[in-house]
């Protein structure tokens, strides 16, 4: 049995957007897009650099990542490289996915003062 929905025209959309979550699997690529949503201006790789500890082949790679993938834009002045959220609704993207988690985790927080709640179990012998 095969899964309509994917075999329908709709499957190349499905695999754009996976993809884009692929290059959102990182959390280096999530600390630099944090970093660059919160800069009005074009961000320059150095203050990228020394906000993130990444090393600067490893932040090179990841921001080619975002790159491909249209999440970011850069340019070059003189030998600086700036970068720039290519979209504002990846802003929104980002935010929406940290109400998400802490949503989740007061939910799990209160399941867990729940249990703490529950009336003590004998030990076995």
Known sequence: MTD?????????????????????????????????SVNEEPTPV????????????LLSQHLA????????SGHRVGNAVYYTIAHPKIAELLLIARMFLADTLA????????VGSLPPIGTAR
């Open 107 to 114: 939910a799990q927080q209160d399941q867990l003062e729940a």
């Open 4 to 36: 309509s929905v994917l075999d329908g025209p709709e499957r190349p959309l499905y695999e754009i957007k996976a993809n884009l979550f692929k290059a959102l699997a990182h959390p280096a690529r999530i600390r630099v897009l944090e970093i660059l």
């Open 46 to 57: 150095s203050s990228i650099l020394a906000a993130t500890d990444i090393e600067p082949t």
């Open 65 to 72: 990542v975002l790159k491909r993938h249209h999440v970011v």
